[in-house]
């Protein structure tokens, strides 16, 4: 019996062949859409969840305490001396790791007589911490011990760098290598480490994506971070881990660490501490990650909500496709219940069509899934990958979603095709019922345009804010500027005046300056708290400091609104501020700063303030200008900054290239475009906007397979009506705006719908931003339109086949 119904189940989609390419071509798009967003949201929620301890796993967070007291935000950096404290005064934590993540690091691997033979660049991936790390988090080794980071000078390569330095991470066990820290740690030389292990692939999932592993208390850590008693000072990449025991609960931990830390730090520090599960880590968008990468929650809520909708809109088209079928497989309908058939029987055989369907979709969408993949894996920058037999969960959704959609796209369809009565079926005249199914496939046209439009409108708004930024004048001259990254030592100090010389003779060049970072930078400035013109007390604001040389101002084009720029010098002697500084100090004007005094560093460093530059954008458009001081200290610089020429880059470039390798030879030269660098800032905004774009074309797509599927059953109904029109005198163009006119008040009553719901969840997004756009009517104008247009076209070609036809044919009868 059940082979029976299969049979004829696929003798019908076989017969009825355009029906069935048209539903499975739509179901298996919709389909191939979830497999991306479940395969997408199964990795952003699988983030270190591989940890055996994961549940007794956390990070110590800084809270800060600005001056508006309902103003919180959270760091991930914490003070230098914090894991030793934890230590005394929390007996109960079972392990603390102490960690930092330097960055831009230079690896030189020494031939055998000592002399330099490779030279690499790593921007991440450079880690210290101690062998407490690994008793918390479960990172392979493939040899050595993880002991051996309890002494100086100790490193551990994951399998890939062994490979990579020395071209068999077997061989790799007991040599030597020379890092020279770049970062906030370049001022402490050359370390020579020994390689004491090998470490496994780290898997991608997590955010500590390891390359190098340093023995904590190695050069920098060891001189200064580890014997720090400077509970005020932080630096950004500088945190710290905890496992505690199963039974401590952590709303009282946190009680006891926050009275903790205030009673550690000065009178003048408002700030504490607060513990965050490992498993939130991945999801935390203010406070970042180790890996720079993060996702929110709203995200995740909102990709799932876009595969459901797309399933919904796949499984309203079957709906609509299917039953307008009905007249065609009405005289079917009655000859089987003539012969003997019932409703349940009937019912089966059509869910049994719809079955095979959706499988066929299924397949479909896998394969089209899997070719997608390397396309998403570029625009996401993720290491996605669709295995069944690594992951077995997609197997589980892929059923999961076979019956669901077999169960919602067919009930609907078997019931009504069940329905229909013998005499009225052979006779080609449906039931009264049909008045009311043709107003529920309206309103599922309705439904399905809701989501295209409110996909078109979000996706526009979300183009608009991203050129916004793009537009948005930062303060700065950010054009034809390369920054190359160096790191300073006492040879390449005395070899500065000599390389900004030798740069600026080169044609095309016109100005050279050395700083700490650049005007604008994501997650590494430096970040002081300042007591002014010798206060008792520190300010209640931190500011960004800058060490740049007076080069600094004219070649990013700082306009200075007072005072004067930093007179050449190698150490610390004067200061800029900018606008928001003094604002922030309550001074009316730039001129009642000048030549007061600022201290920072615990009064290690004071200064006058010469100058004030005019407010530029010093942070990205997320967050408002904070105030800044810029000051020299040569040990400080960590790049170049270079103003080219436009006129002829590509050649300019080989040029420069050649003089940064003659001055600093055992250097790794690489550079990049300081608006390319901007630009990366907002990654997750434009990989957002390239997602909503195709989603809205996926949804749009959809949404016109169902448009087409009700004005086929439109035309077959009105069939009668259309050729009595045309005798009585009606027009080809009166019959299809008769058809088009219907079809735009659906879209219409859509676009009512959508638009509230598409401005209420943007604007909700754009309060994420400081520096954001006005949503204007001509947004959602635009996004109603287009969808009016692309309906048009796809019921065009129903109306004027029905306006075309020949009256005498279809007013006959049988």
């Known amino acids: 019996m059940i082979r029976n119904y299969f049979k004829t189940a696929f003798r019908s989609l076989v017969r009825n062949r355009n029906y069935t390419i048209i539903?499975?071509?739509?179901?298996?798009?919709?389909?191939?859409?979830?497999?991306?967003?479940?395969?997408?949201?199964?990795?952003?929620?699988?983030?270190?969840?591989?940890?055996?301890?994961?549940?007794?796993?956390?990070r110590v967070l800084t809270e800060y305490h600005h001056t508006d007291a309902a103003n919180i935000s959270y760091g991930k950096d914490v003070p230098f001396p914090l894991p030793v404290g934890l230590k005394t005064a929390f007996p109960q934590i079972e392990q603390i790791a102490p960690?930092?993540?330097?960055?831009?690091?230079?690896?030189?691997?020494?031939?055998?007589?000592g002399n330099t033979e490779k030279v690499f660049k790593e921007q991440r991936g450079v880690f210290f911490t101690a062998p407490s790390f690994f008793k918390m988090f479960d990172f392979p080794l493939l040899a050595g011990s993880y002991a051996s980071l309890k002494d100086p000078n100790q490193v551990l390569l994951t399998k890939e760098m062994a490979e990579k330095y020395f071209g068999d991470w077997r061989t790799a066990m007991g040599k030597t290598i020379k890092l020279e820290a770049g970062g906030f740690i370049f001022e402490h030389g050359t370390e020579v480490l020994k390689v004491s292990g090998i470490l496994e692939t780290i898997p991608a999932n997590t955010d500590f994506q390891l390359k190098l592993v340093v023995s904590f208390g190695t050069g920098f850590t060891g001189d200064y971070l580890s014997s720090s008693t400077n509970w005020d000072e932080t630096i950004t990449d500088f945190g710290c881990y905890i496992l505690l025991p199963s039974n401590v609960p952590v709303n009282n931990f946190n009680r006891q660490l926050s009275a903790y830390s205030r009673k550690m730090g000065s009178a003048d520090n408002k700030n504490s501490h607060i513990i965050q599960p490992v498993s939130e880590v991945h999801y935390d968008t203010q406070a970042g990650n180790y890996s720079n990468k993060t996702i929110s929650h709203e995200l995740l809520n909102v990709l799932w909500l876009i595969a459901a909708f797309i399933l919904l809109i796949a499984c309203v088209n079957f709906i609509n496709l299917s039953t307008a079928q009905a007249v065609t497989r009405a005289k079917e309908v009655g000859v089987r219940k003539v012969l003997g058939s019932n409703k349940t029987r009937l019912q089966i055989?059509?869910?049994?069509?719809?079955?095979?369907?959706?499988?066929?979709?299924?397949?479909?969408?896998?394969?089209?899934?899997?070719?997608?993949?390397?396309?998403?894996?570029?625009?996401?920058?993720?290491?996605?990958?669709?295995?069944?037999?690594?992951?077995?969960a997609i197997i589980l959704f892929l059923l999961s979603v076979t019956f669901l959609v077999t169960a919602l796209a067919g009930f609907y369809p078997s019931i009504v095709l069940s329905r229909f009565t013998p005499v009225h079926a052979l006779k080609t005249k449906l039931t009264a019922n049909t008045t009311t199914g043709l107003t529920l496939r309206r309103g599922l046209v309705v439904f399905q345009f809701i989501v295209a439009q409110a996909l078109i409108i979000g996706t526009l708004i979300i183009v608009k804010q991203m050129n916004y930024f793009m537009d948005q004048p930062l303060g700065f001259d950010k054009d034809a500027i390369i920054n190359v990254p160096f790191r300073v030592d006492s040879l390449r100090i005395s070899r500065l005046e000599f390389l900004r010389e030798q740069l600026l003779s080169v044609n095309g060049v016109q100005a050279v300056s050395f700083s700490s970072n650049t005007p604008v930078e994501a997650n590494n400035d430096i970040w002081s708290a300042l007591r002014f013109n010798q206060a008792k007390k520190e300010t209640d604001f931190k500011a960004i400091t800058k060490f740049a040389d007076n080069d600094y101002v004219p070649a990013y084009k700082l306009q200075l609104i007072a005072g004067r720029n930093l007179h050449p010098a190698n150490m610390t002697r004067e200061f800029l501020v900018n606008e928001s500084l003094v604002k922030s100090l309550?001074?009316?004007?730039?001129?009642?700063?000048?030549?007061?005094?600022?201290?920072?560093?615990?009064?290690?460093?004071?200064?006058?303030?010469?100058?004030?530059?005019?407010?530029?954008?010093?942070?990205?458009?997320?967050?408002?200008?904070?105030?800044?001081?810029?000051?020299?200290?040569?040990?400080?610089?960590?790049?170049?900054?270079?103003?080219?020429?436009?006129?002829?880059?590509?050649?300019?470039?080989?040029?420069?290239?050649?003089?940064?390798?003659?001055?600093f030879p055992a250097f790794a030269y690489e550079y990049r475009f300081l608006d390319d660098k901007i630009d990366k800032f907002y990654t997750q905004?434009?990989?957002?906007?390239?997602?909503?774009?195709?989603?809205?074309?996926?949804?749009?797509?959809?949404?016109?397979?169902?448009?087409?599927?009700?004005?086929?059953?439109?035309?077959?109904?009105r069939i009668k009506e259309v050729g009595i029109r045309k005798v009585l005198g009606a027009t080809a163009g009166n019959?299809?705006?008769?058809?088009?006119?219907?079809?735009?008040?659906?879209?219409?009553?859509?676009?009512?719908?959508?638009?509230?719901?598409?401005?209420?969840?943007?604007?909700?997004?754009?309060?994420?931003?400081?520096?954001?756009?006005?949503?204007?009517?001509?947004?959602?104008?635009?996004?109603?339109?287009?969808?009016?247009?692309?309906?048009?076209?796809t019921i065009g070609f129903r109306a004027i086949k029905a306006a075309l036809a020949n009256p005498v044919k279809s007013l006959r009868t049988e």
């Open 735 to 793: 019959i299809i705006y008769m058809f088009s006119k219907e079809f735009i008040i659906l879209i219409a009553i859509a676009f009512v719908i959508a638009t509230p719901i598409a401005w209420y969840y943007m604007h909700e997004w754009l309060q994420d931003y400081v520096y954001r756009i006005n949503i204007s009517w001509w947004l959602f104008a635009a996004g109603g339109f287009v969808s009016i247009i692309i309906a048009l076209a």
């Open 349 to 392: 055989q059509f869910i049994i069509e719809t079955f095979l369907i959706v499988i066929a979709s299924v397949i479909i969408a896998a394969v089209v899934a899997n070719l997608a993949l390397p396309f998403v894996n570029q625009l996401l920058e993720l290491s996605l990958s669709f295995n069944v037999f690594i992951n077995p």
């Open 99 to 113: 960690v930092f993540a330097s960055q831009n690091d230079q690896i030189l691997i020494p031939e055998t007589t």
């Open 23 to 58: 539903n499975i071509a739509g179901m298996a798009v919709g389909m191939a859409v979830c497999i991306m967003i479940f395969i997408i949201i199964q990795f952003q929620t699988s983030f270190d969840s591989f940890h055996a301890k994961k549940d007794r796993l956390y």
């Open 685 to 717: 905004e434009n990989q957002l906007a390239q997602l909503y774009k195709i989603f809205a074309v996926i949804a749009i797509f959809l949404s016109c397979l169902g448009l087409y599927g009700l004005a086929s059953f439109m035309a077959v109904q």
């Open 586 to 663: 309550g001074l009316k004007k730039p001129e009642d700063i000048l030549n007061k005094e600022i201290s920072i560093w615990g009064d290690r460093i004071k200064c006058p303030v010469v100058g004030v530059v005019k407010d530029f954008n010093n942070r990205s458009f997320r967050h408002d200008l904070a105030p800044l001081l810029i000051t020299t200290n040569v040990t400080m610089y960590s790049q170049a900054g270079i103003k080219l020429q436009t006129k002829n880059i590509s050649a300019t470039l080989p040029s420069v290239k050649k003089i940064f390798e003659q001055t």
